[in-house]
């Protein structure tokens, strides 16, 4: 069986290992969002392809769910004691070393694709993972503060100011321009399946959407999407603030009605979401907590059997 | 006192110190080699620089003369996890910061010199430290090994093969179109005196002295040299492969020789060496050992006293 899956970090990420885990003989394509990539202290860092790299390939901190295990911090406070900006990213030694190597090879010419696949060389996270795009689309945010409206970095929005100040609006810059990277459309057309994990509907899978030709190959597939809302609150993260700022509701409800029927054909909501509904598309309660490695490889085992049921 | 001293690594830093110590009042300004420079994983790499900054700076490794003192190697363990290449040489933790921060104000358009500047605000060594050039001249190395006569890199040969292969040549690639860094000839020629220290007379000095236009304002200054050899070996490193390479037998009074009448006015020799000679320069005999921080400060003020009196 061929899957595509989206993914961002880390809900992603983990959604991803439970989905190895339900279809061990499956060949899983993973389409990562680049939109929260940023270019810090000269070098390219990819913070979704890395917590999907490190994940599924045993080098992830599971406690924090992003960065290395065993990590440490020796570069980080040295550019500190220079004086260098930004500090509020936490860039590990050991994740370091991968940034180093991804801007060596960039600034080579490799594009973004054959990069991830180079890192993956060492990780074999079991996947084929590519970039959404190997273009740059990166996502900004339209915020006001005491410096006045202003669009920052993600990161900057999301890390720094841990999302405190509300996004006015959410713009992918490049998206237009942006293309797939190669084997993206490939790999949709060749999919028996799609799924879309509970990653942050706006800022990982909305922005994998907006790159052109991405959404209308995955409408013309079976896609069961895994609601990222339980009982109108972000199962993790701060999709909340995400989805207000583009004018979502966050509920179940409100992220089938974003997805939409032109996209989705099943759609994976808690329990107490049970009575959500949208016109042509098939809703199923299931427990949506990834609690444990055995709860995350039955929703990803739930969505499946769904896709292949409506497939 | 106004006082210029060209530099190599280890001894000519350690040298500096003890000058640093003997003219508390000084203003001294350092013209450091930057042949050996190299770019690794995509960074810029000035060793002899970053050697005189910590040193002077406190930031030295003590017993290992080079690199950062409590260094950790966890990004250098990692990029040979990925498999990169080169693997022989020892970037640390620490010292990975400073080249982060060097290429990316070299990417931003700043030359070298302010770069230097600009990481030696957080170091204050004590020193102005200027490069012997912004523009790139680098030290190759022809050698004839299994895989045939071929350049390398200075430090491929000196790091990686130790020197073990003989040079039969060494060139400064670029220095013909370098020109000296702002503020290397005003120095020159506002300084009181010169000194040479114990810096290897080739790949050090030498190299410096190849920058065209420096050897000529040194010319016209009094200048005093300490030699690096002491009765037919190096006091440290492996100065006697450089110096079979051009020719130039390893004794106090070939590396006279090398330097020159027209360079040099007075010539610090070992007590074994005090029979040395050469027709304008005057040779004085005293401990050159850099055995403690006493004797350094000792051998650096005997040179001072000798161009002060020369001048």
């Known amino acids: 069986m061929r899957i595509v899956s989206l993914a961002g970090g880390i809900g992603g990420a983990r959604f991803l290992r439970g989905l190895l885990s339900a279809a061990p003989g499956a060949e899983i ?32 901190n599971e406690e924090q769910g992003w960065g290395r295990a065993a990590e440490t911090f020796t570069v980080k406070a040295e550019l500190a004691a220079y004086g260098m900006e930004p500090q509020w990213f936490g860039l590990g030694d050991r994740d370091f070393a991968t940034h180093v190597i991804r801007t060596q090879m960039l600034a080579a010419g490799y594009p973004l694709s054959q990069v991830t696949e180079a890192l993956c060389d060492r990780w074999r996270p079991g996947v084929r993972l590519l970039p959404m795009s190997d273009d740059r689309a990166e996502t900004h945010v339209v915020i006001t503060d005491a410096e006045g409206r202003r669009a920052v ?17 959410i713009l992918l810059v490049g998206a237009e321009e942006a293309k797939p990277a190669p ?3 490939e790999a949709i057309e060749a999919a028996d399946v799609v799924i879309l994990p509970p990653s942050n509907p706006v800022v990982s899978i909305g922005t994998i959407l907006q ?8 409408e013309a597939k079976t896609v069961v999407g895994v609601s990222p809302i339980i009982g109108g609150a972000p199962v993790r993260g701060m999709a909340d603030a995400c989805l207000t700022a583009i004018g979502v509701e966050t ?29 042509g598309v098939r809703v199923a309660a299931r427990p949506l907590l ?18 292949v049921e409506l497939s």
């Not at 790159?211 to 995955?218: C, N, Q, S, V």
């Open 211 to 218: 790159i052109p030709g991405i959404r209308p190959a995955l």
């Open 290 to 307: 990834m609690s444990s490695p055995e709860a995350t490889r039955e929703l990803a085992a739930a969505a499946l059997a769904l896709a």
């Open 153 to 169: 970095h993600f990161q900057e929005w999301w890390v720094r100011l841990r999302a405190s100040v509300p996004a006015e609006r």
């Open 183 to 185: 084997g993206v459309l």
């Open 29 to 60: 394509t993973v389409i990562g969002n680049t939109g929260d990539d940023i270019t810090l202290f000269g070098l390219r860092v990819c913070p979704d392809l890395d917590t999907v790299m490190y994940t599924l390939g045993g080098g992830i």
């Open 251 to 279: 509920s179940a409800q409100g992220v089938l009605d974003l997805y939409g029927s032109a996209l989705l054909d099943g759609w994976l909501v808690a329990e107490e979401d049970a009575e959500v509904s949208l016109a």
